[in-house]
């Protein structure tokens, strides 16, 4: 998995995306590529501010090809002090993301799938992705990993800002990592100054934190995406 800048210092869809997904007609024709994206702490359903400036790279730089986009359906809440119920909120998150790669790649198993999420989104997609289980939770309570035939559908997995350290405590997780089948295609994007994935000593301010969506970084995740589609894909089914 690259980490840049660490220490350097059928669904609900996202507003203005393609209708995706899952296909249940030939009117809704497969997307040659298929987003899901985790909103950060507190943004409205959706993709969120990074979310959306990631989308719209990548339909720039994958142009002519079709991008269809699906926002994690889950929480997104602040309530850190409440333990087990805040960490199910996250569990919420992993759910509905596994299901809805499963669905969508039994449908339209030629789309390549992007994972991503910023903040307490990352730490959804990096757990749908690796099965960890925050540990104060009963053994069942999240979705398994994703099944190994799902692998090769994902072309990458993008993640902004993910908490680490002191800011990592809060979801009682193990270190917050995408699983080591998707390490290969995975980008987990630190800015510089951003204490919330570095895990040093909290700063001040949390203006970098707050900057994905504008610093470059999510023009970068989108290169970085369709590097990866490049890469081959499973075979025809």
């Given at each position: 998995?690259?980490?840049?800048?660490?220490?350097?210092?059928?669904?609900?869809?996202?507003?203005?995306?393609?209708?995706?997904?899952?296909?249940?007609?030939?009117?809704?024709?497969?997307?040659?590529?298929?987003?899901?994206?985790?909103?950060?702490?507190?943004?409205?359903?959706?993709?969120?501010?990074?979310?959306?400036?990631?989308?719209?790279?990548?339909?720039?730089?994958?142009?002519?090809?079709?991008?269809?986009?699906?926002?994690?359906?889950?929480?997104?809440?602040?309530?850190?002090?409440?333990?087990?119920?805040?960490?199910?909120?996250?569990?919420?998150?992993?759910?509905?993301?596994?299901?809805?790669?499963?669905?969508?790649?039994?449908?339209?198993?030629?789309?390549?799938?992007?994972?991503?999420?910023?903040?307490?989104?990352?730490?959804?997609?990096?757990?749908?992705?690796?099965?960890?289980?925050?540990?104060?939770?009963?053994?069942?309570?999240?979705?398994?990993?994703?099944?190994?035939?799902?692998?090769?559908?994902?072309?990458?997995?993008?993640?902004?800002?993910?908490?680490?350290?002191?800011?990592?405590?809060?979801?009682?997780?193990?270190?917050?990592?995408?699983?080591?089948?998707?390490?290969?295609?995975?980008?987990?994007?630190?800015?510089?100054g951003d204490t919330v994935c570095s895990g040093a000593?909290?700063?001040?301010?949390?203006?970098?934190?707050?900057?994905?969506?504008?610093?470059?970084?999510?023009?970068?995740?989108?290169?970085?995406?369709?590097?990866?589609?490049?890469?081959?894909?499973?075979?025809?089914?």
């Open positions: 998995m690259r980490r840049i800048g660490r220490l350097a210092a059928a669904s609900v869809l996202a507003a203005a995306a393609l209708p995706i997904m899952v296909p249940t007609a030939v009117s809704q024709p497969c997307p040659d590529i298929g987003v899901v994206f985790a909103r950060g702490t507190s943004e409205p359903p959706g993709v969120g501010s990074v979310g959306q400036r990631f989308v719209e790279a990548l339909r720039a730089q994958a142009f002519p090809r079709t991008v269809g986009v699906h926002g994690v359906n889950y929480p997104a809440s602040n309530n850190f002090a409440d333990g087990p119920a805040f960490q199910m909120n996250v569990v919420e998150g992993v759910r509905d993301e596994s299901a809805h790669i499963q669905g969508v790649t039994s449908v339209c198993p030629n789309t390549r799938m992007v994972l991503g999420g910023y903040s307490q989104g990352a730490v959804v997609t990096a757990l749908a992705t690796s099965g960890v289980v925050p540990a104060a939770l009963a053994p069942g309570a999240a979705p398994p990993p994703l099944p190994a035939d799902v692998i090769d559908n994902v072309a990458a997995v993008v993640l902004f800002g993910t908490p680490a350290g002191w800011s990592a405590e809060k979801y009682g997780a193990a270190p917050i990592d995408v699983g080591t089948a998707y390490a290969a295609k995975a980008l987990e994007l630190c800015a510089p000593a909290p700063s001040g301010t949390s203006a970098p934190h707050q900057q994905y969506g504008v610093n470059g970084m999510a023009d970068q995740a989108a290169t970085f995406t369709v590097s990866r589609l490049a890469a081959p894909a499973p075979p025809p089914v």
